[in-house]
């Protein structure tokens, strides 16, 4: 019974954990008006016939807070990589000086930010949500465990550990939220 209740908190911590880094990995997409080599990561180039990510085939850099250069490795590439950007409906509009792609990161406008602390909290929300679901289960675990024997007592101590570790990762998503609102607003 021992191991049982181990590998059922230990799941659910696993799966509250993901959940708190695919928050992290989505706030990151949502740019806050700064520069950031993230923000082209889902964009991807065709690359001797097959479809790369553009980190594969080039360097991504951040000269200031504005810019974004994209170095790649093979001349050659800069008309695919600008393409690839303009096609990728992130809103950049790509230049190039013969040697590297530069993309002028537009400063936001107080709409667009609003816009983006929605996406924000929608993405917080859907966090909670897998949060709660990992407690749903693991709860439920521990009432099939009931049934099976285990005592009332422990039962009530374990779905008692289960909420507190909701808690805890559900705090992490709000100051994980708080910290990406305050980035977005702040010009």
Known sequence: MEEEIEFI???????????????????????????????????????????????????????????????????????????AILNSGLGFNPSNNGEMVIINVPPLTEERRRDLVKMARHEAEESRIGIRNARKEANDEIKKLGNDGLSEDLVKDNEEEIQNLTNSYIKQIDDHLEHKEKEIMTV
Not at 19 to 24: F, G, Y
């Open 9 to 83: 908190l230990d799941s659910a911590k696993e799966h509250m954990t993901k959940t708190i880094d695919h928050l992290e990995h989505a706030l990151i997409k949502i740019r806050a008006g700064r520069a950031n080599p993230e923000m082209l990561e889902s964009v991807r180039v065709e690359y001797y016939g097959s479809n790369s990510p553009l980190s594969q085939v080039s360097n991504i850099n951040t000269p200031d807070a504005r810019t974004i250069t994209v170095q790649p490795w093979e001349k050659g590439m800069i008309p695919e990589i600008e393409k």
